[in-house]
């Protein structure tokens, strides 16, 4: 088709499921998902406009949050809908061939690879768990203005509050940083793999809390009550931190290759990888 | 606690989406974050080049912490960006920046002088420069780039470069 390119979501195994999951799907602007297989793996594809898609439009339409929402959403639409039914490894945004021949060469080139990986990641899923530190947990300590201070200059005191506010702020660091220690030790007991993510902060996050960690944990299916229930609990009432879950989410954060795997697993951030190796060999 | 996923209805009608409910009620922060910054990299016949995706994804760690409010702070790198834009070359050059620097410092090495002459009363304009510096921080903690910057003198408006991407913000608003 002239044009058109092929934009590829994910990589899973050919199945009737797989079919089903994609029929009247929509993708990237719209168009229709479709499967396309070579060998004993299929590549979740659809036709989007060379215009938008060639590398200097796609260069230029990057600059461009809307469109790259957009974009973003609908990747994530078919990844979401597709996992829902079977096992799939999501692509990196904007993966894009001339043609479905190229889709097919890459599926056989990396055939091996996707299978090992799909079979590794079949009946998981992924949660994501931030926890925010709240800061109500921050123990104020008595505001200056006791008998005491009223005794030291001007200048002794401010430095005292000074440092009285330092330490209480230290210690909030610290109760946090066990709190956030206490659930993924909670998770990981429910977890086969760990990724940390950066933590996400600035205006986005709403109200006034700090989001002191961003983990995401790969999960079998049929532990998630548990996996959550853990957490839940980890964060649960009296701890200074307030957990946000999400997911279930497709294995975003591990299809990128087995801890200890050659491959480029999390080439941004190498403890990452260095932590999901520990993790797997955590106690389940 | 609160629970994203507890109002998770996507927008998928399917009853097959019991589990799978992020949908497009995913935060796009999160999501941003997984498709751009995860899942699996192969190398397609159209080619992103990779400099451009570690920058747009360094790009992206801001913005996945600040989606909303990027271009109320200014960060509308991808506006500005002569690496991204090719409408975002009319910034001074760098050899008039730093010859206002220099000016500047003059002025205030001037001024200091007179300072240690006499009681320390009509603080120079470096103190009130400085005050927009602050108000620049607490805008936005996102950068270091930007205190650094801030106190500079601009008589005109000013685009940033690349190097201080992450910083990019307009010009400092006083020049009284």
């Known amino acids: 088709m002239t044009g058109s390119v092929s934009y590829v979501y994910g990589v899973a195994g050919p199945s009737p499921a797989l079919d089903d999951a994609v029929r009247g799907l929509r993708g990237v602007d719209g168009a229709p998902v479709r499967v396309v297989a070579a060998g004993d793996v299929a590549a979740v594809v659809s036709d989007v406009p060379a215009a938008d898609f060639e590398e200097r439009p796609l260069a230029a339409h990057l600059e461009d949050l809307d469109w790259l929402e957009a974009v973003a959403r609908a990747h994530h639409g078919v990844i979401d809908a597709v996992a829902a039914r079977v096992t799939v490894l999501p692509l990196r945004l904007a993966t894009i061939y001339r043609d479905d021949q190229g889709v097919r060469a890459v599926l056989t080139a990396g055939g091996a690879a996707f299978r090992s990986r799909l079979a590794r990641l079949a009946g998981h899923v992924e949660w994501g768990v931030k926890l925010y530190a709240e800061p109500a947990a921050a123990p104020d300590g008595p505001p200056g203005g006791s008998g005491e201070s009223s005794r030291l200059s001007p200048g002794r005191a401010y430095l005292r509050s000074r440092s009285r506010e330092r330490t209480a702020r230290d210690e909030a660091h610290r109760a946090a940083a066990d709190a956030v220690r206490r659930v993924h030790e909670a998770a990981s007991a429910h977890a086969v793999e760990h990724v940390r993510h950066r933590v996400q902060q600035g205006p986005l996050v709403r109200g006034t809390s700090e989001n002191v960690s961003n983990d995401a944990y790969l999960v079998p299916s049929g532990r998630s009550d548990a996996f959550l229930s853990a957490v839940r609990e980890a964060a649960g009432a009296g701890t200074p931190v307030r957990a946000e879950i999400t997911g279930p989410w497709a294995p975003y954060s591990f299809a990128a290759g087995a801890p200890g795997a050659e491959d480029r697993a999390d080439g941004a951030d190498g403890e990452n990888r260095a932590d999901g190796a520990r993790e797997e060999a955590a106690p389940g | ?176």
Do not use: C
Request: overall charge negative; aromatic content about 2%; charged content about 35%.
């Open chain 2, 1 to 176: 606690m609160t629970e994203p996923h507890s109002d998770n209805l996507g927008s998928f009608p399917s009853r097959a989406a019991p589990s799978y409910g992020q949908g497009s009620s995913a935060n796009l922060a999160d999501i941003l974050e997984r498709v751009l910054d995860k899942g699996i990299v192969i190398a397609g016949d159209i080619q992103i080049n990779l400099l451009d995706i570690e920058l747009l994804t360094i790009k992206l760690r801001l913005l996945v912490a600040s989606v909303d409010k990027a271009k109320e702070m200014g960060i509308d790198w991808w506006e500005h960006d002569p690496s991204l834009s090719s409408r975002a070359d009319s910034r001074p050059s760098l050899s008039e920046e730093n010859r206002r620097l220099r000016e500047e410092i003059a002025a205030l090495r001037g001024t200091r002088s007179l300072d240690r002459a006499e009681p320390v009363d009509d603080v120079p304009r470096g103190a009130a420069r400085g005050e927009v510096a602050r108000e620049d921080v607490v805008a936005g903690e996102v950068t270091e780039g930007r205190r650094r910057r801030a106190p500079t003198r601009s008589g005109t408006p000013r685009r940033r470069t690349a190097e201080d991407g992450t910083a990019r913000r307009r010009p400092p608003e006083d020049d009284r």
